[in-house]
């Protein structure tokens, strides 16, 4: 079992920034990669950026140039880094591990709320 704690969410102006972490412990020896998602009102979870363990990132277009994964195995902690923040990025955003196994694990979820 893998538990996910996030934080860092909260309300922001339109322009502004906001880093979410993500608490991991468990059996993390496991884990192939770590990413965030999240999930508007009326809409479908999607993918925001994952980090696996080679350090290798992916993002997804609409945040590309503008938020920034990265993983602190000693604090055992995942970040993401928000800037230049619109009203389209507000949503829940989710933590997520994934193991070489292909089981997920999922955090409880952080509001981010951005005001135009």
């Known amino acids: 079992q893998v538990q996910l704690v996030e934080s860092g969410g909260g309300l922001v102006q339109s322009g502004g920034s906001l880093r979410l972490s993500c608490a991991y412990s468990?059996?993390?020896?496991?884990?192939?990669?770590m990413g965030w998602y999240r999930q508007a009102p009326g809409k479908q979870r999607e993918l925001v950026a994952t980090?696996?363990?080679?350090?290798?990132?992916n993002y997804a277009d609409s945040v590309k140039g503008r938020f920034t994964i990265s993983r602190t195995d000693a604090k055992s902690t995942v970040y993401l880094q928000m800037n230049s923040l619109k009203a389209e990025d507000t949503a829940v955003y989710y933590c997520?591990?994934?193991?070489?196994?292909?089981?997920?694990?999922w955090g409880q979820g952080t509001q981010v709320t951005v005001s135009s």
């Open positions: 980090v696996a363990s080679t350090g290798s990132t």
């Open positions: 997520n591990a994934r193991t070489s196994y292909g089981t997920n694990y």
């Open positions: 468990g059996r993390i020896s496991g884990i192939s990669a």
